[in-house]
């Protein structure tokens, strides 16, 4: 077991630290040309992988260009050309219905606040913080993913369990300088060795100071169950 540093955010700038120079190409791996198509992949990367997200897209950004091709297609074909995607009629439904509020509301330009984006169906505060920081410039947050939830609490940097209540715990530690470089790095660490149901703990830069640490860790913090 990894000895954590105190306080937290002595933990987190070191496991940004350390990150960094272990991934320092670290970004998203959604592919996308403009603001509309970076919010259309997000909101159909929700449980479905980026992989799979961008095999799909690649055929859907030439079939539709703009908000308004997505608001005026019937519904049932969307969906139709989204069949790969996990959840797809329902992902069709809220690129719809989100495409026509962005051409009625917003001239037929995707929001550049967190209210508005928001406002726009299927997209909850992760989703938002993705466009806002790579469609905007925007940092506001941090984007808690599957993989930042899991690793945060492996790594003691948070208890909560909750992304809502993870998020704002993690604003309070990481540099924001950082924020949006978190999100990258905790992913390329999850895909590549703090794998959800195998970490290689024994091939990690981190378990020094990661109380889950599988040697002699008797707990996964994530879970909260025994390894
Ligand atoms: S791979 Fe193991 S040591 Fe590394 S962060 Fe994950 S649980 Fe901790």
């Given amino acids: 077991m990894g000895t954590p540093l105190?306080?937290?955010?002595?933990?987190?700038?070191e496991v940004v630290d350390r990150l960094l120079e272990e991934y320092p190409d670290s970004t998203i791996s959604l592919r996308y040309s403009s603001r509309l198509e970076l919010l259309i992949a997000v909101i159909l990367s929700a449980q479905c992988t980026d992989e799979r997200v961008n095999s799909e897209t690649e055929h859907l950004f030439e079939k539709y260009d703009g908000a308004e091709d997505y608001a005026e297609v019937d519904e049932e074909e969307l969906a139709e050309d989204l069949n790969s995607i996990t959840y797809y009629?329902?992902?069709?439904?809220?690129?719809?219905?989100?495409?026509?509020?962005?051409?009625d509301e917003h001239d037929g330009e995707v929001p550049d606040t967190m209210d508005e984006?928001?406002?726009?169906?299927?997209?909850?505060?992760?989703?938002?913080?993705?466009?806002?920081?790579?469609?905007?410039?925007?940092?506001?947050?941090?984007?808690?993913?599957?993989?930042v939830q899991r690793i945060s609490q492996r790594l003691g940097l948070t208890e909560e369990e909750r992304p809502e209540a993870i998020e704002p715990e993690l604003m309070e530690i990481v540099p924001?300088?950082?924020?949006?470089?978190?999100?990258?790095?905790l992913i390329d660490h999850g895909r590549a060795t703090c794998t959800a149901r195998?970490?290689?703990?024994?091939?990690?830069?981190?378990?020094?100071?990661?109380?889950?640490?599988?040697?002699?860790?008797e707990v996964d913090l994530a879970s909260g169950e025994a390894w």
């Fill in 89 to 103: 009629n329902s992902k069709a439904g809220y690129i719809k219905t989100s495409c026509q509020m962005i051409v």
């Fill in 117 to 147: 984006l928001t406002e726009l169906q299927g997209v909850g505060r992760k989703t938002a913080n993705v466009v806002l920081q790579h469609g905007h410039d925007v940092v506001e947050g941090i984007v808690v993913d599957t993989h």
């Fill in 176 to 185: 924001d300088q950082h924020w949006q470089q978190f999100t990258h790095l």
């Fill in 6 to 13: 105190e306080p937290r955010t002595a933990q987190a700038e």
């Fill in 198 to 217: 195998n970490p290689d703990c024994a091939d990690c830069v981190l378990a020094d100071i990661c109380p889950s640490e599988k040697g002699d860790a």
